[in-house]
């Protein structure tokens, strides 16, 4: 009875994680407190209130058939001293309910990290319960019904709303909605279904990271299942490229740059001839696609690399202050920081400020480790950084995990969303969960 109890726990945790990574890029919710800025809301997530529900089969399956003891890695000791910090960070928070349901985010973002070591490496001594390919696949599924509505809504210029699947509408003459402003006038960027352009982009970078190398390994297809699967990975890549492009992320684009580097260099090391020229192949028809793509589109291409109009210089000008915004916060409280949460963050900021504005004129700074520092102080930053070191000296054998490491990184430098919304704290685990 007990061994058909534990394949029902471990069935129940494969099948509904599967269900998990589907409904992830979807932000349906129930706003239980809700805020003029996103950064001070707070709200149930349907795909984290599963994965709460999963993480709790797991450890009760975990709970019954425990492991022999193992010694703690300095991973391990690095992510338990995040948490930590971000702990004690809770004490110094003006909003402490906000720094709760943060702390909260990131015990689950940890829980769906550790799950994800264990169910696709050593589960119950078995054959891995999660297979990491199928997790991609699931994913990209649902990614690549963002990366369509992400078209539809860059060429209909427009973003309809549904509650019931977490889209909000955006308009290009509304204040607060990402746009390009150029000769021709405001062009909406592309959204899908997440928060902003960047965030999209941010996710569908490191996605055709994964997709590419997916494509260049496959050296023969030897039945028709295999030739299907090629074709859908074929077509996923070059929809949510054509996505990429028009969510006119900045930061995606050069995610995705730096991780394809990283990545061509890690195969002509591997000296796999096969691999490379597919790989190269790949990249050669991915650039002629999106020149043609581009083509209509120059004007406003030109202006998100070039700059030069208003809306471009404010958005370098408003970085820079995020910045010095940092460091005078991080001058104040090193130590222990403002309290975890990018709400208190913001209100931080804003007592600074002697000029008081609107609610929505008061960012997080656009760095994962400033802000970090700047919320939970020293300790948690330094050992934020341990772990991405043992991250990488751990999987710097895997090609494909030092690309999207890479092209995560770049994410991070430029880019807040991976630590201030609870989308990128999850989705920030369920990553390196998979490297």
Known sequence: MDKKLMKFLKKTVEWFFYLFVFLLPWQTKLILRPSASNFQEISLYVSHLLLFFILIIFFVYK????????????????????EIGVLISFFFAADQVLAFYYYVLLLEGVGLFYLLREATTNFGYEEAGLDKIKVFYYFFASLFLQALLGIYQFLEQRAPACKYLGLAAHDSDSLGVSVIEAASGRWLRAYGGL???????????????????????????????????????FIFYFVSLFALFFTFSRSAWLALGVGLTVLLFGLILKKDRWVLGRFIALIFFSAVMVLIVAYPYRDLLQVRIYGGTRLEDKSVTEREEYIGQAESLISRNWIFGVGVGAGNYT??????????????????????????????????V?????????????????????????????????????????????????ILGLL
């Open 195 to 233: 928060d902003h352009p960047n965030i999209f982009g941010g996710v569908l970078a490191l996605s055709l990271i994964v997709v590419g190398y997916l494509l260049a390994r496959k050296k023969m297809i030897r039945s028709k299942r295999e030739a299907i699967e090629s074709l859908l990975l």
């Open 382 to 430: 330094l050992c934020f950084v341990a772990f991405i070191f043992f991250l990488i000296k751990k999987n710097r054998r895997e090609v494909f995990s030092l690309a999207v490491m890479a092209a995560l990184l770049v994410l991070m430098l430029l880019d807040h969303w991976l630590f201030s919304l609870p989308f990128g704290i999850i989705f920030l685990f369920f």
């Open 347 to 380: 209100m931080a900021i804003k007592d600074l400020d002697l000029v008081k504005k609107e609610h929505w004129a008061y960012q997080p700074v656009h760095n994962v480790f400033l802000l970090l520092w700047a919320e939970t102080g020293i300790f948690s």
């Open 63 to 82: 709970f019954r058939r425990p492991t022999d003891d193992e010694r703690i890695s300095g991973l391990w000791l690095s992510l338990a001293g995040v």
